[in-house]
């Protein structure tokens, strides 16, 4: 059983001995070659990285120079752990100079190859825009430029979408198919994952709709267990995509009903974001149905992943891969059961889902130190850091929380937009925030009460001082008139 289509993966040999490349070109694609290709893709092994993208290099400019840029920005940091996160507030470091000479040849080179397009919807140049689009969007991760990073993913899937055979009618309807060679549908898995997760960072929705290949309408129907872990995780990005996209209905509804008083752009998100909590769903009975289907099918799915870990073994090759799967259906899970409720008190009953997210978060780490070899950097799609957050941010058993943190510090690299170090930083400040509104000694989830807990935050970087962290914050006040307020935190988050 494999984790990514059954073929054999070809030994590509470095463009050295058909294209005239520097010395540093040659090092950068060999880099890319020998590391970036199995870090990138983390526990999921992938054709499209080991094998597609290499042979595409030999034949087209815009992908070898992009694929250099990685590489290149990949090794600097890679020799240099704390490049990444000095970017975050300093800039581009002096060592990625070479690197963005590539990334700026990697565009020319696709500007040309664009404009030498003679057939409007040529596939070929598709592909390789693609493809450019999904390097480019590593490229500004490692960076720390998700911003950038998501211009590109939004370039990329309009493309993908312009795809005839992916789409239905006008609305960015997405089939994944459950293995395929074809380039544009190892494409789609990838870009279908970074739009979901782009929602984790300020995207309302995600722009696609994605369903089983063979889906004769817009249900998604789950089989009732898999053969596959490449089977189970289209079907959880599948159920992540839906639940992101019901989130998104519920932001559209709340949006009608602004606040009394007019907040500036970002209190206004995070107060439509909160305001979801109250929306009565018997007004809105498609959604409401929309919920209940959501939840049926996330049921179906853990049991039906159940009975594939029993038959597997946890012992197997996909060992990773499965913690994975298990924490990407524990985010979607408490996300959706804590949807409907104002009330943070709820969340202490699923202290022992929080407590399993800690046991699989320690495990993956294991594992991931067994296997030796140099610290990974990078990781296009998130990992376990995303569980520990929401477990950091949910759970207010201070053990718990605490080694939740701990474990996003120790996380070994940075999984897509996912900084876990970085997220630590803020998450410390959440637990100090509300442990000191609790105003008692924190043992146990109760003694935070009602009344010192945020319901929803967003964490940003202080957009005047350098190294301050910004969060904004909101709670319905139960103990008094039941309203939702949101109020602001700075904090410092580096030493000078």
């Not at 490692?142 to 990329?156: D, Q």
């Not at 722009?207 to 596959?228: K, M, N």
């Amino acid at each position: 059983m494999n984790g990514y289509p059954s073929q054999t993966l070809s030994v590509v040999i470095a463009p050295r001995m058909a294209l005239d490349l520097t010395a540093e070109e040659e090092h950068g694609f060999a880099f890319f070659r020998e590391n970036t290709v199995y870090e990138i893709q983390g526990a999921f092994r992938s054709s499209l990285w080991e094998q597609l993208i290499l042979q595409l290099s030999h034949q087209e400019p815009a992908i070898l120079h992009a694929v250099i840029a990685v590489g290149v920005v990949h090794r600097d940091q890679s020799n240099t752990q704390v490049a990444r996160r000095s970017a975050f507030f300093h800039g581009l470091d002096k060592r990625q100079a070479e690197g963005l000479r590539q990334y700026v040849k990697a565009i020319e080179f696709l500007r040309q190859r664009i404009d030498d397009v003679r057939e409007p919807g040529d596939e070929k140049a598709n592909d390789v825009a693609m493809i450019c689009c999904l390097l480019f969007v590593c490229l500004e991760l490692l960076w720390g430029k998700s911003i950038a990073a998501m211009n590109h993913l939004g370039t990329g899937l309009k493309i993908l979408t312009s795809h005839g055979s992916q789409t239905l009618g006008q609305q960015n309807t997405l089939k994944l198919k459950p293995a395929s060679e074809r380039l544009v549908d190892q494409l789609s898995g990838s870009f279908a994952r970074l739009d979901f997760e782009s929602t984790m960072f300020g995207q309302r929705a995600p722009h696609l709709h994605v369903l089983p290949a063979g889906s004769v309408d817009r249900d998604i129907h789950l089989p009732p267990y898999f053969e596959s872990v490449f089977e189970a995780r289209r079907y959880m990005d599948i159920l992540s995509n839906g639940m992101l996209r019901f989130r998104g209905k519920l932001l559209e509804i709340a949006s009608q009903s602004p606040p009394a008083t007019p907040l500036e752009a970002l209190s206004r998100y995070l107060w439509d974001h909160a305001s979801t909590r109250s929306i009565d769903l018997t007004d809105h009975p498609f959604v409401f149905l929309e919920l209940g289907a959501l939840r049926d099918n996330l049921a179906t799915w853990s049991s039906a992943f159940e009975d594939f870990k029993n038959r597997l073994g946890m012992q197997s090759d996909h060992a990773r891969s499965l913690i994975l799967l298990e924490l990407q259906h524990f985010y979607a899970y408490i996300l959706l059961s804590t949807c409907q409720t104002t009330k943070e008190i709820v969340c202490d009953t699923f202290n022992e889902s929080f407590y399993r997210v800690i046991q699989v978060s320690r495990q993956y780490l294991d594992l991931q130190s067994a296997r030796g070899g140099a610290v990974p950097v990078f990781a296009l799609d998130s990992g376990i850091i995303p569980a520990l957050y929401l477990t950091a941010y949910k759970c207010r058993c201070p053990r718990i929380r605490r080694e939740a943190i701990s474990l996003m510090v120790q996380a070994p690299c940075q999984e897509g937009m996912w900084d876990g170090k970085m997220i630590a930083k803020f998450m410390t400040k959440v637990v100090e925030l509300e442990e000191g509104r609790a105003g008692r000694f924190v043992l146990e989830s109760f003694d935070v009460e009602e009344a010192a807990r945020c319901s929803d935050i967003l964490v940003l970087f202080h957009s005047e001082k350098v190294g301050w962290g910004r969060l904004v914050c909101a709670r319905y006040r139960h103990e008094s008139d039941g309203e939702l307020v949101i109020w602001e935190e700075h904090f410092k988050m580096l030493a000078e």
